[in-house]
């Protein structure tokens, strides 16, 4: 194994590494200390950004072939294998640098934002777990690994939004926010099983599997599918608002910087799929310009910061998509790359920018010029009242999401509960509340009390 290869490894599993021992620990009954949590942070990705950025300059300084580390089949059956392959060329090696940096930055403002917080250590560990599965999809040498890593990054973002779990809503809108996450992602395990069932691989590492014609379109679709909702692009924009329940530095990281990007990192990888398929390519540049509408609309309309700031984020991510489509493979990258940086000092700055704007509007005596007015010189009159209903509702998609994934996968998930107590024998009612069954008693509010 080479320096490159083991510096490579050594950037990917070391949030990995760090992130089980923490649990081993935790496990073992050691709450480790605030201080002791922020210090291991800050030295591993300080170490991480030395790396990646070693990296970087090999590949992309001294144009050094791509660093691929093979690990062998996870396991094998007949023609299908599930290689363990990590690919480090321009492309990941630019998304490994953005990771380690912003997820360095987001733990040292969180070792002060979520000072003396009961769930600051549980905070850390999903931090240390997203970032694993964040570089870990970055990384991936095959469609096979990338869907390990974008199950990591799905489930600690459902988590982060339950966060503050003693309240009921952001246990709900994380359940939510989770069934929609598991519906999109039957198009990415779906677009891997058509590679590895046309071109008896998933790997890129070597080039990308050739398809074409209707499974070029097809699989991008279906890639398309996983990647909008991932990104909350159209029509599955209506869980971006319920996961601003989560602390503002894992907003700032999911939905400002790194997991809103993954579903457009998604299709860069697949540009030969689309350009092989018109359709597809097509498919993204109208699903792009759709959100950007959608989300330049709903912002404008938000009552709050962060919802605002998520929806101008879901307005440049479509503008992305729509890049992808046309190709513009580059001008991409350096667009997530820009923005990603940006929407994160934004939303860490969202209470000051708050502050600030009050002291300069009570300063000016209340008469500050109010923007976006050349918008409503633009539209019509008589469409501006529906459109401002268009976009208090944000767009209806949340409905649409209720009527169309929740509510049947919901009721799906309750008829495979009752399946599975068939021939058990049945259970003895709950008690009702206050009342004592052995050393328990249910309280008033649910919660049980010894």
Same mark, same amino acid.
């Given at each position: 194994?080479?320096?490159?290869?083991?510096?490579?490894?050594?950037?990917?599993?070391?949030?990995?590494?760090?992130?089980?021992?923490?649990?081993?620990?935790?496990?073992?009954?050691?709450?480790?200390?605030?201080?002791?949590?922020?210090? !291991?942070?800050?030295?591993?990705?300080?170490?991480?950004?030395?790396?990646?950025?070693?990296?970087?300059?090999?590949?992309?300084?001294?144009?050094?072939?791509?660093?691929?580390?093979?690990?062998?089949?996870?396991?094998?059956?007949?023609?299908?294998? $599930?290689?363990?392959?990590?690919?480090?060329?321009?492309?990941?090696?630019?998304?490994?640098?953005?990771?380690? #940096?912003?997820?360095?930055?987001?733990?040292? $403002?969180?070792?002060?934002?979520?000072?003396?917080?009961?769930?600051?250590?549980?905070?850390?560990?999903?931090?240390?777990?997203?970032?694993?599965?964040?570089?870990?999809?970055?990384?991936?040498?095959?469609?096979?690994?990338?869907?390990?890593?974008?199950?990591?990054?799905?489930?600690?973002?459902?988590?982060?939004?339950?966060? $503050?779990?003693?309240?009921?809503?952001?246990?709900?809108?994380?359940?939510?926010?989770?069934?929609?996450?598991?519906?999109?992602?039957?198009?990415?395990?779906?677009?891997?099983?058509?590679?590895?069932?046309?071109?008896?691989?998933?790997?890129?590492?070597?080039?990308?599997?050739?398809?074409?014609?209707?499974?070029?379109?097809?699989?991008?679709?279906?890639?398309?599918?996983?990647?909008?909702?991932?990104?909350?692009?159209?029509?599955?924009?209506?869980?971006?608002?319920?996961?601003?329940?989560?602390?503002?530095?894992?907003?700032?990281?999911?939905?400002?910087?790194?997991?809103?990007?993954?579903?457009?990192?998604?299709?860069?990888?697949?540009?030969?799929?689309?350009?092989?398929?018109?359709?597809?390519?097509?498919?993204?540049?109208?699903?792009?310009?759709?959100?950007?509408?959608?989300?330049?609309?709903?912002?404008?309309?938000?009552?709050?910061?962060?919802?605002?700031?998520?929806?101008?984020?879901?307005?440049?991510?479509?503008?992305?998509?729509?890049?992808?489509?046309?190709?513009?493979?580059? $001008?991409?990258?350096?667009?997530?790359?820009?923005?990603?940086?940006?929407?994160?000092?934004?939303?860490?700055?969202?209470?000051?920018?708050?502050?600030?704007?009050?002291?300069?509007?009570?300063?000016?005596?209340?008469? #500050?010029?109010?923007?976006?007015?050349?918008?409503?010189?633009?539209?019509?009159?008589?469409?501006?009242?529906?459109?401002?209903?268009?976009?208090?509702?944000?767009?209806?998609?949340?409905?649409?999401?209720?009527?169309?994934? !929740?509510?049947?996968?919901?009721?799906?998930?309750?008829?495979?509960?009752?399946?599975?107590?068939?021939?058990?024998?049945?259970?003895?009612?709950?008690?009702?509340?206050?009342?004592?069954?052995?050393?328990?008693?249910?309280?008033?509010?649910?919660?049980?009390?010894?």
């Amino acid at each position: 194994m080479t320096d490159q290869q083991a510096m490579l490894l050594f950037v990917v599993f070391g949030p990995g590494v760090v992130f089980f021992g923490l649990a081993l620990l935790w496990l073992l009954g050691w709450n480790a200390p605030e201080r002791f949590l922020s210090r !291991v942070t800050a030295v591993v990705y300080a170490l991480e950004t030395a790396a990646v950025a070693w990296l970087l300059w090999l590949v992309a300084g001294r144009g050094e072939p791509a660093v691929v580390v093979a690990l062998g089949d996870w396991f094998a059956v007949h023609d299908y294998q $599930f290689p363990l392959v990590l690919l480090g060329d321009a492309l990941s090696l630019s998304f490994l640098t953005l990771t380690v #940096v912003l997820v360095g930055v987001i733990g040292q $403002f969180s070792s002060t934002y979520l000072h003396r917080d009961p769930g600051f250590g549980r905070f850390f560990l999903l931090l240390h777990l997203f970032a694993f599965g964040a570089l870990l999809i970055f990384s991936a040498g095959s469609f096979d690994l990338i869907i390990g890593g974008w199950e990591l990054v799905g489930i600690t973002s459902v988590l982060l939004i339950s966060f $503050f779990h003693f309240r009921a809503g952001p246990v709900e809108n994380a359940w939510r926010v989770f069934v929609v996450y598991r519906a999109c992602d039957l198009g990415l395990i779906t677009a891997a099983f058509l590679l590895h069932h046309v071109g008896h691989v998933s790997t890129f590492a070597g080039g990308m599997p050739h398809v074409e014609g209707g499974t070029a379109t097809l699989v991008g679709l279906l890639l398309l599918l996983s990647a909008a909702g991932k990104s909350a692009q159209a029509p599955f924009s209506g869980w971006l608002p319920r996961a601003m329940e989560g602390p503002t530095p894992s907003s700032a990281i999911f939905y400002g910087a790194i997991s809103v990007h993954a579903g457009a990192y998604l299709l860069l990888r697949a540009q030969p799929i689309l350009l092989a398929s018109p359709w597809a390519g097509a498919a993204v540049m109208v699903t792009g310009a759709l959100t950007a509408v959608l989300g330049t609309l709903a912002g404008r309309a938000c009552p709050d910061a962060k919802t605002a700031l998520a929806y101008a984020s879901l307005a440049q991510v479509g503008v992305i998509f729509v890049e992808i489509g046309a190709g513009l493979h580059w $001008f991409a990258v350096l667009h997530i790359l820009g923005h990603a940086a940006v929407r994160t000092l934004q939303f860490l700055r969202a209470p000051s920018t708050l502050r600030d704007f009050h002291q300069m509007h009570a300063a000016a005596g209340g008469q #500050v010029t109010p923007t976006g007015k050349h918008l409503e010189r633009v539209v019509p009159t008589r469409w501006q009242l529906w459109l401002y209903r268009c976009a208090i509702d944000r767009g209806h998609l949340d409905t649409v999401l209720e009527w169309m994934i !929740v509510r049947p996968l919901c009721g799906l998930s309750v008829l495979l509960a009752r399946f599975d107590q068939v021939g058990l024998p049945a259970r003895a009612p709950a008690p009702a509340p206050g009342v004592v069954r052995g050393n328990e008693a249910i309280g008033k509010q649910g919660v049980l009390h010894g």
